[in-house]
């Protein structure tokens, strides 16, 4: 996540992360094709289904969907909240301070869309 960031700047990267039982052990860049790419994110719907059908094959689920903000801070926008469907998943978002990628998580609350910060843990791989 943070090298596909890094890569898309300054417009925003985009993509989903499967796993199993709420733990990622996939990444899945989706490209970004909103027609202001600096400003918000919008998955290819192409990319999407690809990265689904990736998912399924390999016996996982949807843990994860991340985005970066390249200008801003790593809270949702407004925009963000109204476009999060997957209310099971976990959002990410990656920002950017002077180059340096950083990682907030956050649930989306069903009845209210408001934002609920949560500890994301990465762990690589032995």
């Not at 985009?14 to 709420?22: M, T």
């Not at 027609?35 to 999407?48: L, S, Y």
């Not at 099971?88 to 990682?103: C, E, K, N, S, T």
């Amino acid at each position: 996540m943070f090298a596909a960031s890094l890569q898309a700047a300054p417009a925003e990267a985009c993509g989903l992360l499967g796993g199993r039982d709420g733990v990622a052990t996939s990444h899945y860049p989706v490209p970004n094709v909103a027609p202001e790419p600096t400003e918000r994110f919008v998955m290819d719907p192409a990319g999407q289904r690809e990265a689904f059908t990736a998912m399924e094959r390999r016996g996982e689920e949807l843990v994860a969907i991340y985005h970066s903000h390249p200008s801003t801070g790593a809270s949702p926008s407004k925009a963000d909240l109204l476009s999060a469907h997957y209310l099971d998943a976990f959002y990410l978002i990656v920002g950017l301070r002077q180059g340096r990628p950083y990682l907030r998580a956050f649930r989306i609350h069903p009845r209210t869309r408001a934002a609920v910060e949560v500890r994301w843990l990465a762990v690589r791989p032995r």
